[in-house]
């Protein structure tokens, strides 16, 4: 088993360890978030774009109401469906928006895109399953600062800042990694399937957050998965010398200081 501390421990009763496996093997048995952990470590899809980085915001206002984003026109391969349905689809990410989804299957699903790896760890003594994840293939700026997977939902709904901070503090990061022309990525994508975004009134820290989970899983299937670290590498730094070009190295958020890789 590996270290506890390069590792997240989830104990579960041994009757029941084929639940604690399920939301893993459910998704690692599509070349989807099987893929998702091969894709965050940097192994390169054949079908991989190289192409030079373009700092300027995409206009989403400009799209034709009936018209979707070309998932086409971004960095990363779109899904084949030669392995089945896409594990980080439209749908999925819709119902992650609607609540459809647990909390720790949307904070399990954001470790797997990643790269944190899922293992069982049965306790010789307790007979109690841990799941146990690694940060091995985890992008490397982001592996460095969590070493273990933080939780990026708030599981247990309590807001106390004892409780909340590393949270807060983790699903900002998050959001600030994604890259500017994609922060309104989930909205002007879901608006297709009739989610225009949560109306104030009622609004709550967990609805937020699940669409700010979601909008960053979107911009990891556009633009970083099935990518190499060494191709986004090349990319992160043929945009930071145009973000010196345009003045915007101080940005707080969306610029390749805040990136993941």
Wanted: aromatic share 6%; glycine share 6%; charged share 25%.
């Amino acid at each position: 088993s590996l270290p506890r501390a390069m590792a997240s421990c989830v104990v579960t009763p041994v009757a029941s360890a084929h639940r604690a496996q399920t939301p893993r093997a459910s998704l690692a048995a599509r070349r989807g978030v099987a893929a998702v952990r091969g894709f965050a470590r940097g192994v390169s899809h054949p079908h991989a774009r190289h192409r030079t980085i373009v700092t300027a915001a995409a206009d989403d206002t400009t799209l034709p109401d009936d018209q979707p984003p070309d998932e086409s026109s971004f960095g990363a391969p779109a899904w084949s469906g030669a392995d089945g349905q896409d594990p980080i689809s439209n749908e999925v990410l819709l119902k992650i928006v609607l609540s459809q989804i647990s909390d720790a299957e949307v904070n399990k699903l954001v470790w797997q895109c990643l790269g944190y790896t899922a293992s069982m760890d049965l306790d010789a003594e307790t007979l109690e399953v841990c799941e146990v994840w690694s940060p091995e293939n985890v992008f490397p700026k982001w592996a460095a600062a969590y070493p273990t997977p933080p939780d990026v939902i708030g599981v247990t709904r309590k807001y106390f800042p004892e409780i909340d901070a590393p949270v807060k503090a983790a699903v900002g990061a998050l959001t600030r990694s994604v890259q500017q022309e994609h922060k309104q990525g989930i909205k002007t994508t879901l608006k297709h399937y009739g989610w225009k975004g949560y109306k104030m009134d009622g609004l709550t820290p967990n609805m937020t957050r699940r669409a700010q989970a979601a909008n960053w899983v979107l911009y990891y299937r556009r633009e970083l998965r099935g990518v190499s670290i060494e191709t986004l590498k090349k990319r992160r730094e043929e945009r930071a010398a145009q973000e010196v070009t345009d003045g915007r190295t101080n940005a707080p958020t969306g610029s390749t200081k805040q990136g993941v890789v």
